[in-house]
């Protein structure tokens, strides 16, 4: 079974400045697809970046970037030039490509950034 | 706008009783998925479906039921039987082709 673990429960970072989200999953399969997901204090879940494992290219979002490396299995977030409205959860989580039926999420990280 | 909307925001259930939570979605999406959320962790699967008429067990299915009757509409119901439903309970809805999945609001249910 695949999964996701978030090993920063806290993160904080100064207004401006940037920070790195960490995750590691374990799977045996080799296509898949990984997503940062982003949850503010309103709760709602929101899609922050995704990733195909057969794109060896680190995708990128505005100010959001990854950094994927297939062998380790490691999939980090790091938030450029963060903002106040970039305090929240942050949750990965994994999706097989072939048993597509749910997304496997870590237990989140919380980001808290300071003016 | 195109999006999911999920009903109530805030739910309170009484011991014994079967409540049912509204996710709609128009994004044209073909499938839906509830989630629930617990204080310190990630989401868990309760129920998904694919298609109309069809829907699977995730993870956590026991004490919830769902119908899919309606593309737009997937409800979930949290019956007697679950013993601790005090969650947040999260739907989404994905194309089945692009496999990101987006996720509605949220309903927080409570337990009196």
């Known amino acids: 079974a695949q999964t996701v673990t978030q090993s920063q429960p806290e993160m904080s970072v100064q207004e401006a400045e940037t920070v790195t989200l960490s995750c590691t999953y374990d799977t045996s399969e080799s296509d898949y697809y990984l997503f940062w997901y982003k949850q503010p204090p309103s709760r709602q879940m929101i899609l922050v970046i995704r990733?195909?494992?057969?794109?060896?290219q680190n995708a990128t979002e505005n100010r959001f970037s990854v950094n994927f490396q297939k062998a380790a299995k490691s999939f980090s977030l790091k938030i450029s030039d963060s903002q106040l409205g970039d305090a929240a959860m942050y949750f990965c989580?994994?999706?097989?490509?072939?048993?597509?039926?749910?997304?496997?999420f870590g237990t989140g990280t919380r980001l808290q950034v300071f003016p | 706008d195109g999006g999911i909307t999920q009903s109530p925001k805030y739910l309170f259930r009484k011991e014994g009783q079967n409540v049912t939570l509204s996710c709609e979605q128009n994004l044209n999406h073909d499938a839906m998925y509830w989630y629930r959320q617990d204080p310190g962790q990630g989401l868990r699967l309760i129920y998904y479906?694919?298609?109309?008429?069809?829907?699977q067990k995730g993870d956590i299915a026991e004490g919830y039921s769902v119908s899919r009757e309606k593309k737009e509409s997937f409800p979930l119901t949290v019956t007697s039987a679950q013993k601790n439903p005090t969650a947040f309970y999260l739907c989404a809805s994905s194309d089945l082709i692009g496999e990101t999945q987006y996720f509605g609001p949220g309903t927080r249910l409570l337990v009196l």
């Open positions: 989580a994994y999706r097989s490509a072939y048993n597509t039926d749910k997304l496997i």
């Open positions: 479906s694919q298609i109309v008429n069809d829907f």
């Open positions: 990733q195909e494992a057969y794109k060896q």
